[in-house]
């Protein structure tokens, strides 16, 4: 029995599970890989006490400081959580059954997909959802990137020093991107960007050869490259926890000022919690609350449970 288990092992998962220890509680992260999305990050330069430091960097200290501290850590994925008439939760992941007393959901956010055919089948053949892992991969190259929002100019920029041409694929006429960005990647003479073209198919035979799109004009347009690039959002999979969670229209769930949920014992950190900004630091934060409200919960319970016996 587990005082807490974390979902996540992200920045939000890793200082949940520091704070837990610290206050004596039994935690188990389970997480389906290290890092979170500072994996798709290269290097960091706004996390305090590093003026610069590398995602592979960063994600190896908040393990080492996690595991020396005393947290468990399982890299599996969660598929269920079930909350017993006891006030348990039964945690079900392919690696085994566990159980605790609270949870906390860490679970951050994943790359919205364009849904397109051909995007699946050639997912890792050419189409991509990092420009900061992937990228070198396309030195001199042709390549595209999917989105309109800073993270899409972001990458049109990296991918702007790495490959020979890139085109930046806009469904609309706006861009959701910041100015100095917008203008950064204008500037750029191998960028060309392609506004209202609506990606409708990438094609290729085992690997990319072309994005198929619709021009405004709706003509349908084969633009011959190697790589595409999607960069069209983030999305919460919060599915798993959607019986004891409140969430937004983003699938992002709705905590209180200690960080707990509609369901008691149920806390939640991090980008998975519907808030206007998402960064390392916010996440950290709200795992801290997350972590000692985690704590008061299961000291009022044994409380209660003392006041019953007597
Ligand atoms: C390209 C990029 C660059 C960024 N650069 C910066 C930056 O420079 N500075 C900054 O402050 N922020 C940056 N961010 C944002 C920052 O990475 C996030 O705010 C932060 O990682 C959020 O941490 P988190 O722990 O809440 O979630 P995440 O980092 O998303 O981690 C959640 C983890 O939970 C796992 N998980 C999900 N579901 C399950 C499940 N069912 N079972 C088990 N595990 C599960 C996921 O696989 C993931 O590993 C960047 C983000 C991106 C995408």
């Not at 890139?166 to 861009?175: K, P």
């Not at 750029?188 to 050869?209: C, D, H, Y």
Request: hydrophobic share 40%.
């Amino acid at each position: 029995m587990y005082d807490t288990i974390i979902i996540g092992q992200g920045p939000a998962g890793i200082t949940a599970g520091i704070y837990a220890v610290r206050r004596e509680m039994k935690t188990l992260i389970i997480g389906k890989e290290p890092g979170g999305q500072i994996i798709w990050a290269s290097e960091i330069e706004n996390y305090p006490g590093f003026i610069t430091i590398t995602n592979f960097e960063l994600i190896d200290k908040f393990n080492e400081h996690a595991i020396k501290s005393g947290v468990e850590i399982k890299n599996t994925e969660v598929t269920s959580v079930q909350k017993r008439e006891d006030g348990i939760f039964v945690v079900e992941t392919p690696a085994g059954t566990f159980e605790a007393k609270t949870v906390i959901a860490a679970m951050g956010l994943a790359p919205r997909r364009l849904s397109v055919p051909g995007e699946m089948e050639l997912s890792g053949r050419g189409v991509s959802y990092c420009a900061n892992c992937d990228g070198p991969l396309y030195k001199g190259k042709t390549v595209a990137v999917v989105g309109s929002g800073n993270s899409a100019f972001d990458a049109a920029e990296v991918m702007s020093k790495i490959a020979a041409k890139v085109y930046l694929v806009v469904r609309g006429s706006a861009f959701k991107a910041f100015d100095a960005l917008v203008k950064e990647v204008q500037a750029r003479p191998n960028i060309e960007v392609l506004t209202e073209a609506q990606t409708l198919e990438i094609k290729g035979e085992n690997k990319v050869e072309f994005l198929v799109y619709k021009n405004a004009k709706e003509e349908i347009v084969n633009l011959p490259l190697d790589g595409v690039f999607v960069e069209i959002g983030r999305i919460a999979s919060t599915d798993l926890l959607r019986d004891f969670v409140e969430r937004d229209q983003q699938g992002q769930i709705l905590a209180d000022d200690k960080q707990e949920t509609k369901t008691p014992g149920l806390f939640a950190a991090g980008d998975v919690v519907h808030s206007e900004y998402k960064q390392i630091t916010i996440a950290m934060g709200q795992a801290t609350v997350a972590a000692l409200s985690a704590y008061q919960y299961i000291q009022q319970q044994e409380t209660k449970k003392h006041e019953l016996v007597k």
